[in-house]
Structure formats: structure tokens, C-alpha cells
């Protein structure tokens, strides 16, 4: 590569977009990272606007309605930001030529498998957000002979709205706290599923697409645990810094009644996105660590008082 490569970034404004904005150059890419006013799956004719503009070689989604509770209220709106935005970047990608790596969800799953889900098993979303989710990989599919679908699950951040830093927050202002422990995930920070994308991009770049190429991958953290085991394991990093940890207790979801039906058990099997991209992303533990560093820097410290 020649460093000249442009990625559009949509969703600009969010953990993954910035995450893919700060590690693109090391990879060699340009990164336009847009969201909103300026690209709004709510105003499609921006999506075709800023299209043009960037004249990119490859696009990412990484914008999405995910307010999962609120989508039962809005369906519409999620299925115009989770569908019909994707649906039209497909079809420009497809017009011209070009890749689009579309970032989707474990909720496309119901969660009772009690096993890893693989990308081919059924999908049986139990909400709106799910439900929108799996229109818009659909969608993709169908309208990009190109495209690439990556499914993550638990994604955090050192920065913007996420679990980590909203346990952290609270732990600031109380003693003890209950979190659900029968809920099973794969936790992924956004710095590491990042890095996947930034990866299959160079691959695409380097040595041209493949029919093979095309499709859906499991992209999460290696390993699994319940969010109660996530929240525990991040007041102890947070330790390290000599932060006090509360009592964490661990409730059923039962205890913790919402909206919107999670899946109790979405963990993602990645085997086949190191089979075709030679791709893993870490054990979830590491990159915890590496997350909680990141945020106790100096320079973070404004970043974790804002959380929550």
C-alpha cells in the first residue's frame, strides 16, 4: 500500500470508529471517520453525498441504532439506521466496486443454544434491536456481492458510553452494586476488533478481493464470562491503580427486569475468522487489562470522571 488508500468510517462519533481512526495509519490507511449531522442514516441523500465525497476504497459500518431497550419503542428508527442506511451503503459499494465491512451483533442469536453459536447456526433475534440487526445483514449481503459481516458482542471502550467505564463510574459513588451473573458473552474492546478490520482491509488492499472473502465471521474477544464476572475482573485491574472495589453481587436477569429480552448466552465461536483471515482476537482478560490502563493514564482521568 502506498498509504493512499481511503476507508470511509461511518458512525464516527462512536468507540469503534474512533478505535479504527487512531490504529488506521499504522496499518497505511487514510480514515474519513463521519456521523452525525453529516452522515445520518436518517437523511439518505447524505449517505450518497459524503459517498461521493470520499471516493473510498473500502467502507466500514460501524454506525447503528443500539440503544436496545429504546429500539422496542422506535422500531422505525432502528430499522432505518440498522436496514435501510446499510442497505445503501451496500448498494453504492456495489456500484462502485468496492468492499464493505459491515459490523453486526451477537442479538441476531436468542441465546439458548448453550454453546458457542458458529455463523451458520439459525438466527432467532428476541427484540427490535436484533431484529433490525439481522434485516441489515440481510440487506448487505443481498445488495454487495462484497461485503464482509462481522458479528462482535460486549464491545468496550476506554472511552465513550460502555459497561467497563460505567462500572467504574458507579464504583466511585457506591460501596456495592448488583450486576447479572446468567448472562454469558464474549467481552471485545473496541482497539482489538479494530485491528481485525484494519487487518482484512491491508489483506484486501494487498493482494485484491476473493469471492471467499464474502459473507459473515464471528469477531469477539477469545474466552468468555457473565457480566458479573466482567465487573468483577474490572475492579480488580482497577485495583492496580488502588482504586476500591465494592462488593459486586450477583443477581439473575429476572432481578434485573428490562425491556428488551437479552440473550443469556451469546457467546460467538471466531474459528472461522482465523481459518479465512488468520485473524484472533485476544483473550478478553488481556485486553481488560489493557483497557483499564488505558483509562487510569493520566491523560484519561477526565475521560473516566465523565463515565456513566
Known sequence: ??????????????????????????????????????????????????????????????????????????????????????????????????????????YVFDGRKDAPYVETDATAPQGVYGVTKLAGERAVLELCPRSIVLRTSWVYSPIGRNFVRTMLAIAQRSDRLRVVADQRGCPTQSADLAEVILAIAGRIMRDGWQDRYAGIYHAAGSEWTTWHGLAVATFAEAARYGAQAPTVEPIATADWPTKAVRPPDSRLDCSK??????????????????AIDDIFAPAAQPMLHSAG
Do not use: K
Not at 422505525?76 to 456500484?95: I, V
Not at 475468522?273 to 487489562?289: C, H, K
Open 1 to 106: 500500500m502506498d498509504g493512499t488508500e481511503r476507508i470511509l468510517v461511518t458512525g464516527g462519533s462512536g468507540q469503534l470508529a474512533r478505535a479504527l481512526d487512531v490504529a488506521a495509519p499504522s496499518h497505511g490507511f487514510a480514515v474519513r471517520c463521519v456521523g452525525r449531522p453529516i452522515l445520518d442514516f436518517e437523511r439518505p441523500a447524505s449517505i450518497d453525498t459524503v459517498f461521493a465525497e470520499t471516493a473510498p476504497a473500502l467502507v466500514v459500518n460501524a454506525a447503528a441504532y443500539t440503544a436496545v431497550d429504546m429500539a422496542e419503542d422506535e422500531p422505525e428508527a432502528a430499522m432505518r439506521a440498522n436496514r435501510d442506511g446499510p442497505a445503501r451503503l451496500a448498494q453504492l459499494c456495489a456500484a462502485a466496486g468496492i468492499p464493505l465491512i459491515h459490523v453486526s451483533t451477537d
Open 273 to 290: 475468522l482465523q481459518a479465512v483471515f488468520e485473524l484472533r482476537l485476544p483473550v478478553w482478560r488481556t485486553s481488560l487489562a489493557r
